[in-house]
Structure formats: structure tokens, C-alpha cells
């Protein structure tokens, strides 16, 4: 079974500085997806990015963008100039390709010090 | 416009009582997701429709009974409720066969069970 990990429950950044947020999966597979959830204080999950295992491209959306290492089975989150909007639980997601579970890790409660 | 939504957001009952959750989409997705996060916010899927038609359905006690009226609707049904089942349940919606394969969340609901 595929197994995300999520290895700092709690991490913190001053603001507009950048942070790291680290996750690792478990799977056999090769095709796959993987996904960075954000979860603030109001309890939507939203997304934040998310990555196919086929490209090998980095996905980037504005300031947050990852370091997906395919081989390492490593898939983590970076956060460029912090905001205080940016504090949450961050969830990594995997999914294989043609199955529609999401499997999540533990999460990452992320604070945001001004 | 809310792209899933969820009703109660709030639902405190008694143990041994029978209540539903409603979920709507209007994103026009064809599978609907019921996941549940633990006091320890760890989250996991509990069922999945597409279609209407059950596709995935994790370990879950047959007291939890989804039912899917139409594409656009997931309900959570649960009878005798036991405490264990105090929790935040989140409905999710994406696109079957999709190139972008997103689950969307909906705000959650927060049962607590006494």
C-alpha cells in the first residue's frame, strides 16, 4: 500500500522569508500524482499545487513551487517570501495514475512569525 | 458561487442517534468523495462514487452508508452513532479521467458525538 510521510509536524518561518516542508511516499508504481494541500484555521482544503510523476519539470505556482526527486520518492514544498495568509496544515496527497484514492500524510502545521 | 458545498457545517448529536451529511458540487464533476479527519487531523477516504455507482469503499462500518441521488450529490448517512465517529468529514469532488485529475474539497463538517 502506498504510505506518504510527512516528518515535521510543526514547522515555522518569519515572514517573507522562505520554508521547506518535507514529504516522502512510499509506491511501486510509476505513474502517479502528487498534490500539496493547504488547510488554514477556517478548515477548507484547498489546493496548493500539485505534480505529475511523468514530467520532470518542477510544478510552480507563484510562490510556492516543489522539489519533486522521483528516484528518492521525495516530493517537497517550498515556500518563497512567507505571508501570514500562508500559515495552515500543509498535507501532501498521492494518487496513482487511474485510481481516484488520495492518500494523505500526517501534516504540517506551518506558522507564520511576524 | 461555492463549488462544493456541505451541510451541516456544525452537528453535535447524541450516541446512538442516526444523522445525515449532504453534499453538493456544481463543478459538473462525475465522482464524489466522503473522507474523514481524526482528532490527530489525519485524513482519510472513506467512499468514492462516480457515476452514482460506488467505486471505492475503504474499511468503514456498515453503519456509514453513502448514497448518491444524482452526479451532483453525495450524502453521509450514519446510524447509531458511537463517539468514535466525532470527527470532521469532508466531501471532494473531481473529474473522471481527467488531464487535471483535482480533487476539490468542501468546507467540512465538524461532528461531535456525546
Known amino acids: 500500500a502506498q504510505t506518504v510521510t510527512q516528518s515535521q509536524p510543526e514547522m515555522s518561518v518569519q515572514e517573507a522569508e522562505t520554508v521547506t516542508l518535507s514529504c516522502t511516499y512510499d509506491?511501486?508504481?510509476?505513474?502517479?500524482?502528487l498534490f500539496w494541500y493547504k488547510q488554514p484555521p477556517s478548515r477548507q482544503m484547498i489546493l496548493v499545487i500539485r505534480q505529475e510523476a511523468y514530467k520532470q519539470q518542477n510544478a510552480t505556482e507563484n510562490r510556492f513551487s516543489v522539489n519533486f526527486q522521483k528516484a528518492a520518492k521525495s516530493f517537497s514544498l517550498k515556500i518563497s517570501d512567507s505571508q501570514l495568509g500562508d500559515a495552515a496544515m500543509y498535507f501532501c496527497a498521492y494518487r496513482d495514475f487511474g485510481n481516484e484514492k488520495l492518500t494523505f500524510g500526517t501534516g504540517t502545521r506551518l506558522t507564520i512569525i511576524p | 458561487d461555492t463549488a462544493v458545498s456541505q451541510t451541516p457545517k456544525y452537528l453535535v448529536t447524541q450516541m446512538g442517534n442516526d444523522k445525515s451529511i449532504k453534499c453538493e458540487q456544481n463543478?459538473?464533476?462525475?465522482?464524489m468523495y466522503w473522507y474523514k479527519q481524526d482528532s490527530k487531523k489525519f485524513l482519510k477516504i472513506m467512499f468514492s462514487?462516480?457515476?452514482?455507482?460506488?467505486?471505492i469503499n475503504e474499511t468503514v462500518p456498515n453503519r456509514f452508508s453513502p448514497k448518491s441521488p444524482d452526479k451532483a450529490h453525495l450524502n453521509l448517512h450514519i446510524n447509531s452513532l458511537e463517539l468514535g465517529d466525532s470527527a470532521v468529514y469532508f466531501c471532494?469532488?473531481?473529474?473522471?479521467?481527467?488531464?487535471?485529475?483535482?480533487?476539490?474539497f468542501g468546507p467540512g463538517t465538524r461532528l461531535t458525538v456525546l
Open positions: 462514487y462516480n457515476n452514482k455507482e460506488l467505486i
Open positions: 509506491t511501486s508504481e510509476s505513474d502517479y500524482y
Open positions: 471532494a469532488s473531481s473529474r473522471w479521467e481527467s488531464s487535471t485529475d483535482t480533487q476539490y
Open positions: 463543478l459538473g464533476h462525475d465522482t
